[in-house]
């Protein structure tokens, strides 16, 4: 079974601050994804990373940046953290390719994430 | 702009009767559509799929119906169980140079009563 793994469920932080989130994934998958879930609003595409140091923009990457040094983890960070950053998050990983039956994105758990 | 729609907020259905989630998405070049669920406290975990050059998929209790000229697929859940309450989301795809990137409508909860 593939295995998405993000680091913490919840944390706590205050304006400004950098912030952290990490993700790690057990299948060897090539692309690995950041959204953010909020009320009415679904899952929205924060960065995405296709192999190691590569990175491209999703849909709403103001206020992110994202490293991906090693092929199982992906991290997203939060440069100067912002109330409206309060939000789910969510990491996703998948093989190349197209997505479809055999090969879906598998998703993390979530981090609860509360700036305050 | 919403690219992926689901108009229904939520859903309350009886145990035992058909569910039906609605989806419309205004992208032609969308060429794989997903539904997944997600429980509370949890991620999503797909659930089932379809190619646009279908327009039926089944699996077990969960069919989905693909209609390309209007723009609409739908999610069939018959009979309908009290594990099946969650929020369902669908999602679409297509690939590009680099990855296969889905873009996700806005959920739709559904609650199965007793």
């Known amino acids: 079974d593939v295995k998405v793994t993000q680091s913490s469920r919840y944390l706590v932080k205050r304006t400004g601050e950098k912030v952290f989130l990490e993700c790690v994934q057990d299948m060897d998958h090539e692309n690995m994804f950041w959204y953010r879930q909020d009320p009415g609003l679904g899952l929205r595409l924060i960065y995405f990373s296709y192999d190691v140091k590569m990175k491209e923009k999703g849909d709403i990457p103001e206020g992110y940046s994202v490293s991906r040094e090693k092929k199982e983890r992906f991290s997203l960070i939060l440069e100067s953290a912002s109330t409206n950053q309060t939000s789910m998050y969510l990491c996703a990983s998948s093989l190349q390719g197209q997505v479809d039956s055999n090969q879906p994105q598998h998703f993390g758990d979530g981090t609860r994430l509360s700036i305050l | 702009d919403q690219q992926v729609k689901q108009n229904s907020p939520s859903l309350s259905v009886q145990e035992g009767r058909i569910s039906i989630l609605n989806c419309d998405y205004t992208?032609?070049?969308?060429?794989?559509f997903l539904w997944y669920k997600k429980y509370p406290a949890e991620g999503p975990t797909f659930l089932i799929s379809i190619s646009s050059i279908k327009d039926k998929n089944e699996d077990g209790r969960f069919t989905v119906f693909l209609n390309k000229s209007a723009k609409h697929l739908s999610l069939h859940i018959v009979p309908s169980q009290p594990g099946d309450s969650a929020v369902y989301f669908c999602a679409a795809s297509y690939l590009t140079g680099t990855a296969s990137k889905l873009t996700f409508g806005t959920g739709t909860r559904l609650q199965v009563t007793l």
């Open positions: 992208n032609s070049m969308f060429d794989y």
